[in-house]
């Protein structure tokens, strides 16, 4: 602290003292989300780029089988706190379903937060999600697409070429980017696991 902001400090009351910790706290925890926020809309220019450059590579609009039958996305501690923000301004019978179908999930069943083929919490989902469709992934020696098999096999189909195609060099690698996202708050876990954790209600 600048010696000047010390010395000020310290002539508060106790009382002022809390305050002005408390609202230190804020502004911390406000910038860590504005910093998420920006990555996000940063990711969202990015996905345009992509779609204009490689029209035949995002998922096909409308489709939520990988939200379906997907395994529950991982999440950071802050993404998280993003999509309590959401959560929180749902009518409370919806929030009420998520969590029940949260606290039965089992593998192989649909997303808790998926309800009638849209995300509860779209515009604040994680970046997991986000980068479905738009990026690739290791696999092996290998790079894919990081979407589902039939996904893969339709864009092999619609590039025409070897699979990989030398075009995925030029989409982003969703290990890098994430390694942004994991850079702001290294927590992680299952979206059910913070669902079944967390008070919503
Ligand atoms: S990855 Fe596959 S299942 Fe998921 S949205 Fe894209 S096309 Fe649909
Ligand atoms: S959080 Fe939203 S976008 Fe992600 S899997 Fe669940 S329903 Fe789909």
Redesign the pocket.
């Known amino acids: 602290m600048h010696p000047q902001l010390r010395s000020w400090y310290q002539r508060l009351s106790p009382a002022q003292q809390e305050a002005v910790s408390h609202i230190n706290f804020l502004a911390e925890e406000l910038r860590a989300h504005l910093l998420l926020e920006q990555f996000y809309l940063g990711f969202a220019i990015l996905t345009d780029a992509v779609q204009q450059l490689h029209p035949s590579i995002?998922?096909?609009s409308g489709?939520?089988?990988?939200?379906?039958?997907?395994p529950p996305s991982q999440v950071t501690a802050l993404e998280w706190e993003l999509m309590v923000l959401g959560l929180r301004e749902l009518p409370l019978p919806k929030l009420q379903a998520i969590i029940t179908r949260s606290q039965a999930y089992q593998a192989g069943q649909p997303c808790p937060l998926l309800d009638q083929g849209q995300c509860s919490v779209y515009a604040l989902r994680p970046f997991h999600c986000r980068a479905?469709?738009y990026c690739t992934i290791q696999a092996g020696e290998t790079r894919l697409p990081m979407?589902?098999a039939?996904?893969q096999q339709?864009i092999q189909r619609a590039l025409q070429g070897p699979f990989p195609s030398p075009a995925f060099m030029f989409l982003p690698q969703a290990e890098a980017l994430y390694a942004h996202v994991q850079a702001m708050e290294p927590e992680i876990a299952a979206l059910t696991d913070w669902l079944n954790t967390s008070s919503l209600v």
Request: proline share 17%; glycine share 12%; hydrophobic share 5%.
């Open positions: 995002p998922c096909p489709c939520s089988t990988c939200c379906e039958q997907g479905m469709g979407t589902c039939p996904e339709r």
